[in-house]
């Protein structure tokens, strides 16, 4: 039985093509594999090029590169691809002179939900500078973001074992009650 040539196999070009070394696919690029086992493309390379133009583009009209997760720049999914990056650095495969171009151009490593987090945690410390208190009824926003979910995830969270100590310990800091505000407040109408 004749065994065909592998690698001179083509994919048509509407087809999405998924090997061992890497993907490409219709939503977006993928990027090399910095430990040799993946040889980069001129295509690719011409791809992640694109992409970080159009992130130096976002850069320009919003001044940083904490692309929304599902932002489209010109017709290409940037927050993904800017994900992907995370990812790659985070598995140690994104190539090192990527990863220096997107730090020089001030790109943050952070995960999105620790910025997230950090985010939140400041709203809180707002609203308890504003009330005197942390206990945000479950409806409540403050700057557009929904402050008494993010509270009511942090408190079923830790009542799961699924909040980081740090995170604990730095409610706890500001004043954060751990028990339901309504809990609390059928406590204080009960005591009447």
């Known amino acids: 039985m004749a065994t065909k040539n592998i690698k001179n196999v083509q994919p048509a070009p509407d087809k999405q093509l998924s090997c061992c070394y890497y ?22 390379n ?18 940083h590169c904490d692309v929304p997760r599902w932002h489209i720049e010109q017709g290409k999914s940037l927050g993904v691809w800017v994900r992907n990056q ?3 650095k985070r598995k140690n495969m994104l190539e ?25 945690f400041a709203l809180l410390l707002q609203f308890k500078t ?20 993010w509270v009511s995830k942090q408190r079923f969270k830790k009542s799961k074992a699924a909040l980081e100590q740090r995170r ?4 706890e800091q500001a004043g954060f009650e751990w028990n339901n505000i ?6 204080a109408m009960f005591a009447l």
């Open 23 to 44: 993907d490409i696919r219709a939503k977006g690029p993928s990027d090399d594999v910095s430990n040799g086992t993946a040889p980069q493309s001129n295509s690719q």
């Open 46 to 63: 011409r791809i992640w090029d694109e992409n970080f133009e159009l992130l130096m583009q976002f850069k320009t009209k919003n001044g």
């Open 86 to 88: 995370k990812t790659k």
């Open 96 to 120: 090192q002179r990527r990863e220096d171009l997107l730090e020089q151009a001030g790109f943050e490593w952070n995960n999105i939900y620790d910025t997230s987090w950090d985010a939140m």
């Open 130 to 149: 504003k009330n005197g208190h942390c206990n945000v009824p479950r409806r409540h926003a403050e700057q557009g973001k929904s402050l008494g979910d």
């Open 168 to 171: 604990v310990d730095l409610l």
């Open 182 to 187: 309504y809990d609390t407040s059928w406590d």
